[in-house]
């Protein structure tokens, strides 16, 4: 869809008042998650409990705001300014000094405003992920390991490639070029990239193709959507997307920090975990996982067992604490008799009103993860980084 021309756009935008002034939740469109319980599509996302900066954002052109946010110095300053800006006109997000502040804090925390920087130790964390995954799918390292030594299109061996690669982009390279040269190759190894989380916001490529499902890509597309999230462009976009495209019950930026983290609503399933723990007695992990991400999801987690255990004093089905445990990923859980009544219970026991958001309780983990690392670690760590940002934009 091509956009509208920048004046028009510009002086819609400077009409409009403040969103974060507006108390209204939007709707969201379809979600994904299995069926599309993954996100909401809701274009803009609701006020997330700061009161708008002064001056007021029409007083400021928002490329102006953009450039002030970015830290000194940044490779392609224009090129950021550019591609963040349209993001948030792609995407019908307002781009007040809050929502830019926490989309320069996320990418500054994930790539240090680099579109694909190189990662020390590549070679070392590919091979350990492969070996990993061969593992996993029963398939003997050796076999794996002859199989890398085979020619690749430009000459050396993938695995020479391999031991030579130094950013997320060279190696993904490989790998595509690995799985779409060899025979059966896409069926046998097409699950095996282990870059999975791409460009300079680290978005996962799963989120991604579940966002275009909903909200069609507005970019040309070169190789694939997965391929596009490696550039500045199409990192930001869908980078913006996962932090501020949905609605949520939050009163500071720190919840979406910890949600960009662990995925959308975790926050506010943490909280609800909590309550749930208070409601049964039961201790229970406050991870915002609501339904188990093993491949038997379809068992009953310790969530559900945990609600199951309350079913009698909830007047509720196990069928239907099922199903309101199937909207963890969207805002629709809220509106639940589960939500509501697990919340009843747990303040009537605690005698004072309980959090709708906590920080997720969860371990980091991954191939590029070196050291023991929390989500309420990156939370704080980028939520540092948005108060910094507000602070020096209210400085000049």
């Given at each position: 869809m091509p956009a509208e021309p920048r004046e028009?756009?510009?002086?819609?935008?400077?009409?409009?008042?403040?969103?974060?002034?507006?108390?209204?939740?939007?709707?969201?469109?379809?979600?994904?998650?299995?069926?599309?319980?993954?996100?909401t599509s809701c274009v803009v996302p609701p006020p997330v409990g700061r009161p708008p900066s002064s001056p007021p954002v029409s007083a400021v052109a928002p490329r102006v705001l953009i450039d002030r946010a970015l830290p000194i110095p940044?490779?392609?300053?224009?090129?950021?300014?550019?591609?963040?800006?349209?993001?948030?006109l792609r995407l019908g997000i307002e781009p007040t000094r809050e929502h830019i502040c926490a989309v320069v804090a996320v990418a500054e925390q994930e790539s240090g405003l680099h579109v694909d920087p190189v990662i020390p130790h590549l070679d070392v964390i590919a091979w350990h992920e492969i070996d990993s995954r061969a593992e996993?799918?029963?398939?003997?390292?050796?076999?794996?390991?002859?199989?890398?030594?085979?020619?690749?299109?430009?000459?050396?061996?993938?695995?020479?490639?391999?031991?030579?690669?130094?950013?997320?982009?060279?190696?993904?390279?490989?790998?595509?070029?690995?799985?779409?040269?060899?025979?059966?190759?896409?069926?046998?190894?097409?699950?095996?990239n282990p870059i999975r989380t791409r460009g300079p916001m680290q978005v996962n490529v799963a989120f991604a193709d579940r966002f275009v499902e909903t909200k069609p890509y507005p970019y040309p597309v070169k190789v694939s959507v997965d391929d596009e999230v490696f550039t500045r462009?199409?990192?930001?976009?869908?980078?913006?997307?996962?932090?501020?495209a949905y609605s949520a019950p939050y009163d500071r930026y720190l919840y979406r920090f910890a949600d960009y983290n662990a995925g959308q609503y975790s926050s506010r399933n943490a909280a609800f975990q909590n309550a749930l723990s208070i409601a049964s007695g039961k201790s229970l992990v406050a991870d915002g996982a609501l339904i188990p991400h093993s491949d038997d999801a379809g068992a009953p987690g310790e969530t559900e067992l945990v609600a199951?255990?309350?079913?009698?004093?909830?007047?509720?089905?196990?069928?239907?604490?099922?199903?309101?445990?199937?909207?963890?990923?969207?805002?629709?859980?809220?509106?639940?008799?589960l939500y509501k009544r697990v919340f009843s219970l747990a303040e009537h026991a605690a005698?004072?009103?309980?959090?709708?958001?906590?920080?997720?309780?969860?371990?980091?983990?991954?191939?590029?993860?070196?050291?023991?690392?929390?989500?309420?670690?990156?939370?704080?760590r980028v939520d540092d980084r948005f108060e910094h940002c507000l602070s020096q934009l209210s400085q000049s």
């Open positions: 028009s756009a510009a002086a819609a935008r400077r009409r409009q008042p403040s969103r974060l002034r507006r108390l209204a939740r939007c709707t969201p469109l379809p979600l994904l998650v299995g069926c599309g319980a993954l996100l940044v490779t392609d300053r224009q090129g950021w300014v550019t591609d963040i800006d349209d993001a948030f996993r799918a029963g398939v003997p390292k050796l076999v794996v390991h002859e199989v890398l030594q085979l020619k690749s299109p430009t000459g050396q061996t993938y695995a020479q490639r391999i031991d030579t690669a130094r950013t997320e982009k060279e190696l993904s390279d490989i790998f595509e070029d690995f799985t779409g040269s060899l025979p059966l190759g896409k069926s046998l190894f097409a699950s095996w462009r199409g990192s930001l976009y869908f980078g913006i997307a996962h932090l501020l199951r255990s309350l079913a009698g004093r909830l007047n509720l089905s196990e069928a239907a604490i099922r199903a309101a445990l199937e909207q963890g990923r969207a805002e629709d859980l809220e509106s639940t008799t005698g004072h009103r309980l959090p709708r958001a906590m920080l997720p309780s969860i371990q980091l983990q991954g191939p590029k993860i070196e050291r023991k690392l929390t989500t309420e670690w990156y939370a704080h």
